[in-house]
């Protein structure tokens, strides 16, 4: 079983940066494709960003793109997400995921198999 955990979430003013970190345990996940959704109150769940196993293939929802930008590290089992200039319409529960599709970058939530608790984002205007 894998398990996710989200840290480095707060409250930030617009403008400002975050980074968030994805780390997994319970067993190794550097083969399997990772991604980023979020979650703002009354919302469905939303892409966010997504990476490949080995890294080489990245894709960032176009409301994110030359703002967030998403990476990992296999030997730690982590995923990143920065995110800059953030905007107050960013708010929201950052939820990472991971699919055993380690190719396969999707931004589809169905395609995920495992998920974290989530971490809130919170910016203000």
């Known amino acids: 079983q894998v398990q996710l955990v989200e840290s480095g979430g707060g409250l930030v003013q617009a403008g400002g940066s975050l980074r968030l970190s994805c780390a997994a345990s319970g067993r190794t996940v550097s083969g399997y494709a990772r991604g980023w959704f979020r979650q703002a109150p009354g919302k469905e769940r939303e892409f966010v960003a997504a990476i490949s196993w080995s890294g080489a293939n990245s894709y960032l929802d176009d409301s994110v793109k030359g703002r967030f930008t998403i990476s990992r590290d296999n030997a730690k089992n982590t995923v990143l997400l920065q995110m800059n200039s953030l905007k107050p319409e960013d708010t929201a529960v950052y939820y990472c995921?991971?699919?055993?599709?380690?190719?396969?970058?999707?931004?589809?939530?169905?395609?995920?198999?495992?998920w974290g608790q989530g971490t809130q984002v919170t910016v203000s205007s």
């Open positions: 995921a991971a699919t055993q599709r380690g190719g396969y970058v999707s931004h589809h939530v169905n395609d995920y198999n495992y």
